[in-house]
């Protein structure tokens, strides 16, 4: 069975941090590279950030260069994003999402799994 499920949403205060947190099967890990995306009401889902399977190489969103952090732990198949500095335009809620490949991806036909989310709210 397929799972990916986020964790670590909530409400914060600009320029604080959070740090989103997604437990993902085996299957859905391992070989994989990860990635996430965040969808803000009445707006399209738009890419955040991925690392490839090796972990070597990762890639932001212009918007989060900088201020966010992605990273995995292999032995827990579980992948992070750190937040800092979050602004009101970073409310959304936030997706992980599982590569077809092991290279990082910036568009949705690069990832065959989802979660269901976690929401992000941002107050200024």
């Known amino acids: 069975q397929v799972q990916l499920v986020e964790s670590g949403g909530g409400l914060v205060q600009a320029g604080n941090s959070l740090r989103l947190s997604c437990a993902v099967s085996?299957?859905?890990?391992?070989?994989?590279?990860m990635g996430w995306f965040r969808q803000a009401p009445g707006k399209e889902r738009e890419f955040v950030a991925a690392?490839?399977?090796?972990?070597?190489?990762?890639d932001y969103a212009d918007s989060v260069k900088g201020r966010f952090t992605i990273s995995k732990f292999n032995a827990k198949n579980t992948v992070y994003l750190q937040m800092n500095s979050l602004k009101p335009d970073d409310a959304a809620v936030y997706y992980c999402?599982?590569?077809?490949?092991?290279?990082?991806?910036?568009?949705?036909?690069?990832?065959?799994?989802w979660g269901q989310g976690t929401q992000v709210t941002v107050s200024s």
């Open positions: 085996a299957r859905a890990f391992s070989g994989r590279a």
């Open positions: 690392i490839s399977w090796s972990g070597f190489t990762t």
């Open positions: 999402a599982a590569g077809k490949g092991t290279v990082v991806g910036r568009n949705f036909y690069e990832y065959d799994y």
